[in-house]
């Protein structure tokens, strides 16, 4: 069973920068695509970006050109790079595997973004 722990998340004004980093144990996640999710305050997790086994990449269009996907197998970790955050960005962010998440969710990291 894997373990997923997010970190990185805190307040940050409109327009700035943050990295999220999301640690697996419990097993190796390399031959996994990994993505990342959000959760907004009363509303549904949503999916973010989704990074293939093989490195390929993809974004929903709300954050396409902004955040950036990448991993890092040796550390058995997956990170996103946010950029020109939006508060329509806040919320809670969680990694997972797969598509839709096939382990046990983590506790997730809190990212605020406000003036």
């Known amino acids: 069973q894997v373990q997923l722990a997010e970190s990185g998340g805190g307040l940050v004004q409109p327009g700035g920068s943050l990295n999220l980093s999301c640690v697996a144990s419990?097993?190796?996640?390399?031959?996994?695509?990994m993505s990342w999710f959000r959760q907004a305050p009363g509303k549904e997790r949503e999916w973010v970006a989704r990074?293939?086994?093989?490195?390929?990449?993809l974004y929903s269009d709300s954050v396409k050109g902004r955040f950036t996907v990448s991993r890092d197998n040796a550390k058995n970790a997956v990170y996103l790079q946010m950029n020109n955050l939006k508060s329509d960005d806040t919320g809670v962010y969680y990694c997972?595997?797969?598509?839709?998440?096939?382990?046990?969710w983590g506790q997730g990291t809190q990212v605020t973004v406000a003036s």
């Open positions: 997972n595997g797969g598509p839709g998440g096939v382990w046990p």
């Open positions: 419990g097993r190796s996640i390399k031959i996994s695509p």
């Open positions: 990074i293939s086994n093989s490195f390929s990449t």
